[in-house]
């Protein structure tokens, strides 16, 4: 598992992978994968992210439903707090 922008790793090891684009950068994900389980390989699952598929916002209602298709751009941003 790997941060995003840091190298095409499959999630979970040996199971057939599709190629993504995670933040700008190359990246194998597990074919079947979610949202929610890039999320979780990232250590992301908590963390107040918005995701974007191909340009669209993905509702945090959804990260478990929407699946990552082969060539899908992702785009996780991260929410940061200030006063």
């Not at 684009?21 to 992210?49: F, H, K, M, P």
């Amino acid at each position: 598992m790997t941060r995003p922008g840091s190298g095409a790793v499959p999630i979970g090891g040996e199971s057939p992978t599709v190629k993504i684009t995670l933040n700008g950068e190359d990246y194998e994900a597990e074919e079947g994968a979610s949202v929610r389980d890039l999320l979780e390989a990232l250590d992301l699952a908590r963390q107040r992210v918005a995701v974007l598929m191909d340009g669209e916002v993905v509702r945090k209602a959804h990260f478990r439903e929407v699946r990552l298709e082969p060539e899908s751009k992702i785009d996780v941003i991260h929410m940061v707090g200030g006063g």
